[in-house]
């Protein structure tokens, strides 16, 4: 059988020190991927019922807890960037008598 060569993956620590001692390091960076948002944690209480719920949706899902919150959450408002793009179409409407 034939050995390969693993390649171990460099870590953003020691891109950083090449960098920092002038060294090309554009090598590493495809540009195929997107800058994510820095995280930031916070903390909410729930009630044992809602918790029993979001739980309850994430086995049936096979996801997170987390990201049952964070998809309901993303489309609570997504839902409400919508309403409000309508309302004052609707106004228009109202003044116009329609």
Do not use: H, W
């Amino acid at each position: 059988m034939k050995k390969t060569r693993s390649k171990s993956a460099v870590t953003a620590e020691s891109i950083a020190r090449m960098a920092d001692k002038g060294k090309a390091v554009s090598r590493f960076f495809t540009n195929a991927g997107r800058m994510m948002a820095p995280v930031q944690r916070v903390n909410v209480d729930f009630t044992a019922s809602m918790l029993d719920e979001l739980d309850r949706e994430a086995k049936d899902l096979n996801i997170s807890r987390q990201a049952v919150i964070k998809t309901l959450l993303r489309r609570a408002l997504d839902e409400q960037y919508v309403a409000a793009a309508v309302r004052p179409v609707m106004k228009a409407r109202e003044r116009a008598g329609v």
